[in-house]
């Protein structure tokens, strides 16, 4: 299995719907994209299906050595091989790369955010920085670009806290901020209650209210000189947003 269908494999397994946004794209950036979406996945893994703490703390920094091998020209992993005509094709920010793994060990450190400040840098590194690198990939001229890349960035990480909050519950992680949980007079335990209070309802209406904002932002913030390069990250918008439209729809299961 060659780098590049080992990354086509990784990103077909995790049956993400960015993966229809990709066919849109010229071979090259095809491939760097699915390079970086594998590496995404494959680092979320680490967090997500490890019990053991020190154990995934462990296998992150691994990733952290093998980031830096990469940019030293000497990758190992067949995700990292796939990346380096990629960090060299569209001069991609090596710590970039290391603020996703950040991210990633931020959920192994915290899992519970007092205010939405807090929140945001955690969603920046887990997301926000996914958005320049792939903005990247698709190539832009406008530095504006990179505003629209952040905000779609944090759009998405928070349709998919408002997607997940019962699957986060059950590994005791709360990303709705806990000032805001207060102000609408909910718990920790009362936030997934299947019986849906006005409450709940409000609280998951301010969210959704807020990840709205952060798609309006990101329109508004896209130069009309990269709507055409920038196509398949719109598509990605455009299917999350209606993601968010489905979950208010169906009165946000949890």
């Not at 095809?30 to 995404?40: D, G, I, K, M, S």
């Not at 299906?49 to 067949?78: C, F, K, M, T």
């Not at 990633?104 to 996914?130: K, S």
């Not at 009309?224 to 990250?233: H, I, M, N, V």
Request: charged fraction near 25%.
């Amino acid at each position: 299995m060659t780098p590049e269908e080992y990354c086509a494999k990784r990103v077909n397994q995790s049956h993400s719907s960015f993966r229809l946004s990709f066919l849109l794209l010229k071979k090259e950036r095809r491939l760097a994209l699915n390079a970086l979406y594998a590496f995404c996945r494959e680092v979320d893994d680490i967090v997500d299906e490890i019990n053991d703490p020190q154990l995934a703390r462990q296998q992150l920094d691994v990733w952290r050595h093998e980031i830096e091998s990469l940019y030293q020209g000497q990758p190992g992993h067949p995700i990292s091989i796939a990346l380096l005509p990629a960090i060299q094709n569209y001069q991609l920010s090596q710590n970039h790369f290391l603020a996703i793994i950040d991210g990633m060990e931020m959920d192994l450190e915290q899992q519970r955010y007092a205010t939405f400040d807090e929140l945001y840098h955690y969603c920046y590194r887990a997301a926000g920085v996914v958005g320049l690198l792939t903005a990247r990939i698709c190539g832009y001229r406008d530095p504006h670009t990179e505003e629209y890349a952040e905000a779609l960035g944090i759009a998405l990480q928070l349709t998919n806290i408002l997607r997940d909050v019962g699957e986060d519950l059950a590994r005791d992680r709360i990303y709705i901020p806990q000032d805001e949980l207060t102000r609408f007079e909910l718990s920790d335990t009362t936030l997934g209650d299947p019986q849906k209070s006005s409450q709940q309802i409000a609280l998951f209406e301010s969210q959704k209210a807020r990840a709205e904002s952060y798609y309006q932002k990101a329109m508004a913030s896209l130069p009309a000189s990269d709507c055409g390069p920038q196509l398949s990250g719109l598509v990605m918008g455009a299917i999350y947003h209606a993601l968010l439209k489905q979950i208010a729809a169906e009165d946000y299961p949890v």
